[in-house]
């Protein structure tokens, strides 16, 4: 081509310039959008999706922010996010525990309203939900932790001695009553906050994070003895010597307890 | 020139016409901004759910769904595929308006519009200068990428700020921050730009625009030949680019006002005393002859 011999025609170079521009503007613009976008994904950590959502950089990708799942709640637990007032997802919906928890509803209206996937139509047993798992984050203000028997948010929990259940240890304060401590199992916590809720202080002391928040992950590397052990039904290293353990008591030579005591039950499969 | 000139804009149509007359579209078209967003009110306000949800997405009866196509595509790029009621719900609104003009959705129904449309009937009234004036492709520029960042980011980008969308959720399920928005885009039509908004940089206009680029509905100058230059029309043509074409093409050029851009409003209908134009379809391609007009004016 001659354009590089003949001067460029003004509308030429006019039309280049103002490309150029526009572009210019919208990379500027576009990361400003990013930006924002990007911050957008760090939602405050007590407000949690409804059941069924799907991972949190899917739903941002799946739901319009049209708000028929919150309508379709009978029990008003879903709202909005309002700019600026909650953190930015803008319109994304999510609930707030101790405000009101979801009552996992056996139907899952909700799910059935979304038009778009962002609840994951998938979900039909509401048990299976995981909108989040209950923690209980504070022991020191626990009433059942100091000895006391207020078992409200075990007695509240929709799923009650399954994703909830009190663990009963000996209370070295008074020495002669049991502590009933409230001990969640993830696997079987929906996260519908009902226990939060229900806490009866004044800032509960069993809350409900996202599972990304109240949850670690196990190392793949990292094998479980006695798992192993069940599952081959032998000792998982062959011919493996097993040395005395140093428990406290009497016979041993841990001088800081003396009497000790025998434990009142054995771990299973704990090779003694 | 004739004093006749001189006189404010739509006055001499209100002569002619009388005051209804040279508002019929406009109070239309306020009626129907009131209409849907009352349908969606009636919910919250009184219990009535025949309309439930928002502009991104709604349920009517029970039955039909309607999705933002553009919320929807922002998701497709994003990267999710989304269950078939939304995939209904979008092609029936894009369907409805690839028939009767994508930007019947800005004049007609966009809860933005009556904002810019104060902010600019305010403009007028204090005689301010045009202000800064971005391209009007600058849209197509703000839409690319806005579909550029939500498939970068894997997020529907654009809702984290849309004033439209975000405005209309605030009036159906309670406003936070969105007010600061409604002001924010009444001051820049104000004050930064004549017709900035919706003229220039919103995305959402210039997708719908794209939608009914082809669309049956159209506003033609029929009767062109009647014209006496006031230019009324352009000073409330919000966007009136779109007319020279139509008004002032030579015998044998179409009458048709064929841009995109145009809103189909009416509002050029009401404000010619001498009704130059008249709402007709794509394929309506006649004019009024010289003779026919002097038939009228006889
Ligand atoms: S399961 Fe029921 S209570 Fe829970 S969010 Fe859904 S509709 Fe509301
Ligand atoms: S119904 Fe689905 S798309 Fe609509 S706001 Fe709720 S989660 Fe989002
Ligand atoms: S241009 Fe945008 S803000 Fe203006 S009326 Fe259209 S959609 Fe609404
Ligand atoms: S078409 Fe002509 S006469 Fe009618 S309003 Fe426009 S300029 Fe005035
Ligand atoms: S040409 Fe007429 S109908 Fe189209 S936008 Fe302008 S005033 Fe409205």
């Known amino acids: 081509m001659s354009a590089t011999s003949k001067p460029m025609s003004p509308q030429r170079r006019r039309f280049l310039t103002d490309t150029a521009r526009m572009a210019g503007g919208c990379v500027v613009a576009g990361s400003a959008l990013a930006y924002l976008v990007s911050d957008a994904k760090a939602l405050p950590a007590e407000a949690l999706r409804p059941p069924g959502a799907l991972p949190e950089d899917d739903f941002l990708a799946a739901c319009i922010r049209c708000g028929l799942c919150v309508r379709d709640c009978p029990y008003d637990t879903l709202s909005l996010a309002e700019l600026g007032a909650d953190g930015i997802a803008t319109g994304t919906p999510f609930f707030t525990a101790r405000d009101v ?32 798992t209950a923690v ?42 049991a502590i009933f401590a ?35 992950s196990s190392a793949e590397h990292y094998l479980k003895g006695w798992e192993e052990q069940d599952a081959k039904g032998a000792p998982v290293v062959e011919g493996i010597i097993d040395l005395p353990d140093r428990l406290p008591g009497p016979g041993t030579d841990n001088l800081a307890a003396p009497g000790g005591f025998e434990p009142a039950f054995k771990l299973p499969g704990a090779g003694q | 020139m004739s004093a006749k000139t001189k006189l404010p804009t739509g006055q001499e149509a209100i002569e002619v016409k009388g005051w209804l007359g040279a508002h019929r579209y406009l109070i239309l078209r306020r009626l129907s901004q009131s209409f849907f967003l009352f349908l969606f009110l009636m919910g919250p306000w009184f219990g009535i759910w025949w309309v439930v949800g928002t502009l991104a997405g709604s349920r009517t009866f029970g039955v039909l769904p309607l999705t933002d196509p553009l919320v929807l595509m922002q998701g497709l790029a994003a990267g999710h595929w989304p269950e078939l009621t939304a995939i209904i719900g979008a092609l029936i609104v894009l369907a409805v308006y690839a028939l009767i003009g994508g930007r019947v959705y800005c004049s007609w129904v966009c809860p933005i519009n009556p904002v810019t449309d104060a902010a600019h009937w305010l403009h007028d009234k204090l005689g301010l200068q045009k202000g800064w004036q971005p391209k009007r492709s600058t849209r197509y520029w703000i839409l690319g990428a806005v579909f550029a ?86 000073a409330v043509c919000p966007e009136n680019q779109v007319i020279s074409p139509a008004l002032r093409g030579k015998p044998g050029e179409t009458p048709l006002i064929l841009s995109p851009d145009c809103t189909n409003c009416g509002r050029c209908i009401d404000v010619c005393s001498v009704d130059v134009f008249a709402f007709t379809h794509r394929f309506d391609n006649h004019v009024k002859t010289d003779e026919q007009v002097a038939d009228k004016a006889a």
């Open chain 2, 149 to 234: 960042v939500s498939a970068l980011t894997g997020t529907i980008a654009w809702e984290v700020v849309n004033p439209v969308t975000m405005v209309h959720r605030g009036l159906v399920f309670g406003m936070g921050f969105a007010w600061a928005l409604v002001a924010a885009i009444f001051v820049f039509d104000l004050l930064v730009a004549r017709r900035g908004w919706c003229g220039h940089l919103c995305p959402v206009g210039a997708f719908y625009g794209l939608l009914g680029s082809k669309s049956l509905l159209r506003v033609s100058a029929v009767d062109r030949a009647a014209c006496d230059d006031c230019m009324d029309c352009f």
């Open chain 1, 136 to 177: 209980l984050v504070d022991q020191e203000n626990c009433l059942n932790f100091l000895g006391l028997r207020c078992d409200v948010c075990y007695r509240v929990c929709p799923v009650i001695d399954e994703a909830i259940t009190l663990e009963l240890s000996h209370n070295d304060r008074s020495g002669h009553h």
């Open chain 1, 182 to 216: 409230p001990t969640v199992h993830a696997d079987k916590c929906t996260g519908c906050g009902v226990c939060e809720k229900s806490c009866v202080l004044p800032e509960a002391a069993i809350k409900v994070l996202p599972v990304r928040l109240a949850r670690g």
């Open chain 1, 101 to 132: 928890p979801c009552e996992m509803c056996d139907d899952i209206p909700c799910v059935a309203a979304c038009p778009t996937g962002a609840l994951d139509p998938g979900l039909t047993n509401i048990d299976d939900a995981q909108m989040g």
